[in-house]
């Protein structure tokens, strides 16, 4: 069930400020802030494989020096598949990228849908966009139930 951006003032449970609005955090019965969300985004996209005690489905291998099937682009240039993808992902709208995300999922790509949902709230325009992402990276499913304590650690490191 995906929940929505609460406009009541609670305590983030990654920084301690105050988030207004706060964003539901499912596995943890709690809320993160805005700020924090972004910060949680900027992980999955710059360092995903650091996060493998939180999301352990980020550690299935993906060898990006094996060899990718050549597409033929509409100029007659041939491209790996992976860079012709990744092109064609930057033209996409957040909401698009959400979306992409949940199909990802529903087809069983678990990691691009955790590494998309690091997309979306690195660039979500609106809390409700950055919720729906935050629902699928903290779900019962793909959240390890220590995620919490070790993510404060690699947001805000001593």
Sequence with gaps: MESTPSSA??????CGAEASPALDLPRFG?????????????????????????????????????????????DGTSVQLRQLTAELKR?????????????????GLVREQLEECGRVLVAAPSAALAQRALDVLFSNELCSPLGLEQLRGHLFPA
Excluded at 9 to 14: E, F, G, I, K, Q
Excluded at 92 to 105: F, T
């Design 30 to 74: 709690g809320s993160s802030c805005e700020d924090c969300a972004r910060r949680v985004g900027h992980l999955l996209v710059e360092a995903p494989s650091s996060l493998t005690d939180i999301w352990p489905l980020l550690s299935e291998e993906d060898d990006e020096d094996s060899l990718e099937p050549m597409v033929q682009r509409s």
């Design 9 to 14: 003032v609670a305590t983030c449970l990654l």
């Design 91 to 107: 033209e996409l709208s957040v909401e698009d990228r959400m979306k992409l995300a949940e199909l990802y999922g529903d087809i």
